[in-house]
């Protein structure tokens, strides 16, 4: 990686003093909910320290609060919050805006929905970059392992992956030169490789340059390797009930010919500066009914943009899709509403589909309605049923997607699509913020959907051992391209492309 060893150095803060200090925080909600109970935080110049703990315990509240950006309506009720020998909790707004401009930098979970979508990546980063040099600029997309040579400076956001989108992002923070970095879930949606090489430039960034470093984090493999020091936020566990479909459903039977969706020769492009970027080359699957198919690749590899075909988001430019011997239209909007209700689509940044305006009994009532899976005086039973199977208690119901966790937005995302009732559901990432008990009730809910109706799951993640225990085939990308595919535990014990074999062992460097 590319590091400049001055570009951090006049931010810190004297020798021997912490950088963060916060002692026995409570923030509640207008209704008096607890959201983070009593919470302790050091950060020190030079440490990485990790906060874990269940979704929903208070991570994302914890490192809020230290940016003097609580939720809308929350307060703090007791405890204090000392950055840099401020309280950015009290603060007047120009004071935390300078705070935060020059020597606090914070990365969310959802990335992607934080950075503006009209602006292209050089000048997102120019924005707020201390040296605004072209070769600065330059170092500095290099520096979180992004290239510089295909272009992709000048893309804007929507023409990168979710695990690019990330990486600008932290670019970004990274740019204004932080005493203090905070990330939330800094590498969810990323392939283990790339995971793996964040850690080693967080460690650098630590190490090298004095940054006081706070992340939360639901991997703990990566907390083990990382971390310095560790907060646990573990509170009242809620135990998922993943149970499955409602009794009182019958088991749909299969199609006579066994095959629920086929993709034939698809192309895709992305346009960059009026012309087209081939992103997708010549794209064959098959997915039979009540069976399961993984795709992997590294970050950029078309994973996304293949989904997103699927389903009609994004037109294709050349090939066919089909669902039971039905050639679907290109785009979503063409096909009828039966076809849009059987491919469901779960998508990697839940905050940035989920309408902040509706309750989470509204977004799930709407799919229920629209495509008529439950009478209109049924619907209040249906939602609490559906909060239940991914793990949400009832009282969730009249929250908005701002007053919950990522974790817990992605499992609302998970039950919007449910409510569809669909034959296909196709996911991206969607066990990327949640903690390992939660992946496995979510999991085995939608197992139990496979065997109880049928129903298909397309899986893109980056958690490998989720893909080999979770699938029973394997498509491997590159650069657009299917590399491999076939059974996956075949593909994973006896790959025959490099990069099968380097996903296997995972030194899959991402792209």
């Not at 009242?236 to 009930?241: A, D, F, G």
């Not at 669902?323 to 779960?346: E, I, W």
């Not at 492309?497 to 030194?507: C, D, E, I, N, R």
Request: charged share 25%; proline share 8%.
């Amino acid at each position: 990686m590319n590091h400049m060893p001055d570009w951090y150095s006049d931010n810190h803060p004297p020798d021997g003093e912490k950088a963060v200090r916060v002692r026995d925080l409570t923030v509640t909600a207008p209704n008096g909910r607890l959201l983070l109970d009593r919470a302790d935080l050091e950060l020190t110049p030079g440490r990485i320290t990790a906060v874990v703990g269940p979704s929903g315990c208070g991570k994302t509240t914890l490192l809020r609060a230290v940016t003097g950006t609580l939720p809308p309506g929350t307060e703090r009720t007791t405890g204090s919050v000392t950055v840099l020998g401020q309280d950015p909790l009290a603060l007047p707004a120009p004071a935390l805006r300078t705070l935060r401009r020059h020597r606090l930098a914070y990365v969310g979970q959802d990335p992607g929905s934080a950075l503006n979508p009209r602006m292209k990546v050089r000048r997102l980063l120019t924005e707020v970059a201390v040296d605004k040099s072209p070769e600065a600029i330059r170092a500095q997309l290099t520096e979180v392992r992004l290239p510089v040579d295909d272009g992709l400076p000048d893309r804007r956001i929507g023409g990168l992956s979710g695990g690019q989108q990330r990486r600008v992002a932290l670019a970004r923070a990274l740019a204004r030169r932080p005493a203090v970095l905070l990330l939330d879930e800094p590498t969810a949606g990323l392939d283990p490789a790339l995971r793996d090489e964040i850690a080693d430039l967080l460690h650098h960034l630590a190490e090298s340059h004095g940054i006081a470093i706070g992340l939360s984090c639901h991997d703990p493999d990566l907390v083990t390797r990382l971390a310095d020091d560790v907060v646990d936020l573990t509170g009242p566990r809620l135990q998922p009930t993943a149970n499955a479909a409602p009794a009182s459903r019958e088991p749909v039977p299969t199609p006579d010919d066994g095959s629920t969706l086929i993709a034939s020769g698809l192309h895709a492009a992305h346009l960059h500066r009026g012309r087209r970027v081939p992103v997708l080359h010549g794209i064959d699957l098959t997915l039979s009914a009540g069976s399961s198919l993984g795709v992997v690749g590294a970050s950029g590899s078309g994973k996304t943009t293949l989904l997103r075909t699927l389903v009609g988001l994004h037109r294709a430019t050349a090939g066919t899709v089909s669902l039971d011997g039905t050639r679907l239209a290109p785009s979503a909007h063409r096909r009828t509403r039966d076809q849009r209700r059987r491919l469901q689509l779960v998508p990697q940044d839940p905050l940035g589909t989920l309408n902040p305006s509706r309750t989470i009994e509204a977004t799930l009532r709407r799919p229920l309605l629209l495509h008529r899976r439950a009478a209109r005086a049924e619907v209040p039973a249906r939602v609490l049923e559906l909060l239940d199977h991914v793990g949400l208690p009832a009282a969730y119901a009249d929250r908005y997607p701002h007053e919950l966790s990522g974790g817990q937005r992605q499992r609302v995302a998970v039950a919007r699509a449910l409510a569809a009732d669909p034959d296909v559901l196709i996911c991206d990432e969607v066990t990327s913020a949640l903690d390992a008990d939660t992946t496995v009730a979510v999991m085995d809910l939608l197992a139990d959907l496979r065997d109880r109706r049928g129903l298909s799951l397309v899986l893109v993640s980056h958690d490998l051992r989720l893909v080999a225990d979770r699938t029973d085939t394997l498509l491997v990308m590159s650069e657009g391209h299917v590399v491999e595919s076939g059974p996956t535990a075949e593909l994973f014990t006896s790959p025959s492309h490099p990069v099968t074999a380097a996903l296997a062992t995972g030194t899959l460097l991402g792209g």
